[in-house]
């Protein structure tokens, strides 16, 4: 029998030996008196309360277990993503952290413009995973120490919708797709996959490519050594407004220390990328567009 039978069988047996005991006694020690009908009222009231109290502490109980079910569930899904992000951002020779960084940046512009709830929370999702279909790129591609040809930038460009596409198998995760399908559209409309402009591009996408072009600027990547903090403040002022939404720039720029703070919140220091195959530093002559990185 299963436990819900169970339950109800037992909850069907109580209530009848009750309402077949308690009427038959109150009839015996009642019988003939006028009030009868009334004490076999409030007899019905009473086990109606008492039940109901009863019912009301199990379903306490069990939404209290189902809520601690279903918080494991998700804080296991997220591990399973940072173990993810993390292997992911270490095979595209970035500092090993850089997803968690600007997602914790993203997560903090996004509030400042007043995003709360499931919102806040796909965005932080779509963040951190803002890269996932760069998994599906070859190694040649992804960690080239140069600048990539035509071909190979046509083959990069399919991330984004190879990101969506792997998102969208996911039940939890089909909210969370703005950020790895459109980090790349430009506020002029130049920007793929999509050829989005303004605010036809998501919010989210539009707060979180800022974050992105900053980070990638001003940390080494396999491709290019860090930018100086000046050089890149100065770019995203002259993007804004072509590459970047130039509302959300201003924010960034003026709430910077803030957002550098909780991208320096986080308990491993970020490391500066080596060419692992030859144990070389970085080429200081590579350039990139920010657009690409």
Known sequence: MSPQLRTASIYVLLSAFWIWGTDKSLNILLQGRADLPLVLCLNGLVFVLITGVLLHRKIVGDLRRLHTTRQRLSDGNEQAMRVLVSAMDLRHRETSDHSERV???????????????????????????????????????????GKLDEQEMAVMRQHPTIGRDLLQRVEFLREATDIPYCHHERWDGHGYPQGLRGEAIPLAARIFSVVDVWDALISPRVYKQAWPEPEVTNYLREVAGSQLDPQL?????????????????MAAPARHVTDQREGLPLNPAVEVSAMEC
Request: proline fraction near 3%.
């Open 249 to 265: 720039v201003s924010l960034f720029l003026d709430h910077l220390a803030e957002f550098k703070a909780l991208a320096s919140a």
């Open 103 to 145: 997602t914790r940046m993203a997560v903090g512009m996004a509030t400042r413009v007043g995003m709360r709830g499931d919102a806040l929370r796909n965005l932080a999702r779509g963040a951190l995973l803002h890269d996932i279909g760069k998994l599906a790129l070859p190694d040649a591609i992804l960690i080239k120490p």
